[in-house]
């Protein structure tokens, strides 16, 4: 992630740690995250009156939001500083540059804005895709049958030519349909964002959902790991991790499936859906079918799923991986 964002990488994958205690920060202000974002009383009441500075990060702090807040700081202080001695302006733009660049009303952003964004490009994209990255894996190496035939599938595609290397988006989308299955059902299960997603009730008149009229100015909420267990829907075994629920030529039919999907929001839905669904989903796509061809695993720890301030993550998963002999 910052390497697309910030086009220099920070290090995570080359140094194999927490660069700048990114992922330790993050987690740390997940408490504060998840009670500002679920309760609209305490956000905008109390957040925002003067009992607020008790409340708020600040760029000094150590650790948490605040400490995120200061490294987007130092990120846009950085890059505006080059920009002004060099004019600097990139062919392939990241995502800082076109945030510097992006007008509001004619206007530039201003500081507060730059800050808010570029403090959501550190914290929003990494860790989430890497629990759904790492849920992938412990479910597949949890359940052999399953590892064994997403094995086979690969070497069939690989043997009829059908994969690069690096392998891409669109092989694995065309190619590796069970494997595309594995990902769906392990979102299903262990959805990386657990929050509830609320939506207001619209004026004046309010709204009638599913046959029940909620009044304006109602919230209404819904949370994907429960909606994505229902009895009904995933039946007959909504708890278990069956990727064969995804495919019509295991008895499924097209409408079920499609059903199915549309009822998936693991990345939210409607005009608020998740900014970096795409890109989350061209990694699970593209890294996932690769790393499994090109390594064997040693899961030493499988660790568990946890969720803090409606976020999720993989607690002590340790797995080893050892390159695969030919």
Known sequence: MTLVCFTNPWGFVD??????????????????????????????????????????????????????????????????????????????????????EARMDGKPLTAMQKRAHVTLLIQAGADTTGTALGSTIRFLLTHPSVFARVRAELAAASDANL????????????????????????LRLHPPATNLFGRVAPSPDGKVVDGTWVPAGTEITSNSYVVQRDPHLYA???????????????????????????????????????????????????????VFRQFDFDMEEEGEFVVVGGIAYNERFVVQLKPRKE
């Open 236 to 290: 007959p075994d909504p708890e278990a991790y069956r990727p064969e629920r995804w495919l019509e030529d295991e008895g499924n039919s097209k409408e079920h499936i499609s059903e199915m999907d549309a009822s998936a929001f693991v990345f939210g839905v409607g005009p608020r859906v998740c900014l970096g669904k795409d890109l989350a989903i061209m990694e699970l796509y593209k890294l996932l079918p690769e």
């Open 15 to 100: 140094n194999s740690r927490d660069e700048r205690n990114m992922l330790k920060s993050w987690r740390e202000g997940l408490v504060f995250f998840g009670f500002a974002g679920r309760f609209r009383f305490f956000r905008d009441v109390i957040l925002k009156g003067s009992l607020g500075k008790y409340f708020l990060p600040e760029t000094s702090d150590d650790n948490g939001m605040g400490y995120l807040m200061r490294q987007a700081d130092r990120e846009v202080s950085a890059r505006e500083q080059r920009m002004w001695q060099e004019g600097f302006s990139q062919e392939r733009p990241d995502f800082l540059q076109l945030c510097l």
């Open 163 to 186: 994969l690069s290397t690096p392998i891409q988006f669109e092989e694995t989308r065309a190619h590796l349909p069970y494997f595309v299955a594995c990902i769906k059902e392990s």
